[in-house]
């Protein structure tokens, strides 16, 4: 446990870098800056602006199968009008080291082919020897689709490069994501993601979605930095939908997703 601490209190050195995208991202490599459904809450809220319906959804991840890490995230999103209202909170870590997040996010669409989206983001980390400590970030995006297979999306995060001042070294990560969606079939999408955070290198995400039979998908994905090999299913009924992924880091080992939408 305490080797588990230590590698979640070096690589956490900024804030919500563990960001849970729901499974069906998770699922193929965690791209998803040009998906669109409620989990685009956690990636590219303008992703969200599809809604039509209020939609719920409850995410877990156990980090490398320690089942005193885990990251546990809710999100709901429900139409205003000309526009979507977003609602999302995150909490990770254990006991030495805890972070919680809560968003809201306002996204629109402006036409057929374009939405755009504004989030408001209050970060809180705690780490008893060290205290706790709280910030407001702003996040944007787009999505815009070329066509009915191809969309394009982008989204930046933390703009301002907001810390948290009362924890020396804490920040929140700040970098811009560039996506691609392409639907080669009624059966088959591809999805990929160039993501690039400052103070860190740049990552490429990929991942691809099977419908296999109706209302079930297979996929499968993986990341560039660090390497990570993805894949999942998911289940469709109704209103409610079951997604289940697994991620596998060279070092670190396994770690499971699960995620639960129901779509009012």
């Known amino acids: ?42 990636q590219n809220s303008a992703g969200a602006a599809s809604i039509e319906r209020a939609i719920f959804a409850l995410g877990y991840e156990q980090h490398y199968l320690d089942p005193e890490l885990s990251t546990q995230s809710a999100v ?39 939405s755009i989206s504004l989030a408001l983001k209050y970060h809180q980390i705690s780490i ?47 970098g811009i994501s560039v996506g691609l969606a392409y639907l080669a079939s009624d059966k088959l999408l591809f999805i990929s993601d160039l993501n690039k955070m400052l103070d860190f290198g740049m990552n490429i995400k990929m991942g691809i979605e099977y419908q296999i039979v109706k209302r079930f998908y297979l996929r499968g994905g993986l ?9 999942g299913f998911g289940l469709k009924y109704r209103r409610f939908s079951l997604d289940a992924a697994v991620s596998s880091h060279p070092i670190l080992g396994y770690s499971p997703n ?7």
């Open 1 to 42: 446990m305490k080797y588990i601490c230590l590698i979640c209190i070096l690589f956490q050195h900024s804030l919500h870098a563990q960001n849970n995208p729901g499974s069906r991202s998770k699922a193929m490599g965690s791209a998803g800056t040009a998906l669109q459904d409620v989990w685009s809450l956690q």
């Open 76 to 114: 709901f999103g429900i139409p205003v009008k000309n526009h979507v209202l977003g609602l999302s909170f995150q909490r990770y870590g254990i006991s030495e080291y805890l972070e919680q997040t809560a968003g809201l996010a306002l996204s629109r669409s402006f036409s057929a082919a374009l």
């Open 128 to 174: 008893p020897v060290y205290g706790s400590g709280n910030v407001i970030s702003v996040d944007a995006g787009m999505q815009y689709s070329l066509n009915d297979r191809i969309r394009l999306g982008s989204y930046i995060y933390n703009p301002g490069r907001s810390r948290i001042n009362e924890l020396s070294g804490s920040h929140i990560h700040s």
């Open 223 to 231: 990341s560039a930095n660090p390497f990570k090999q993805t894949g």
């Open 258 to 264: 699960l995620s639960f939408n129901y779509e009012f």
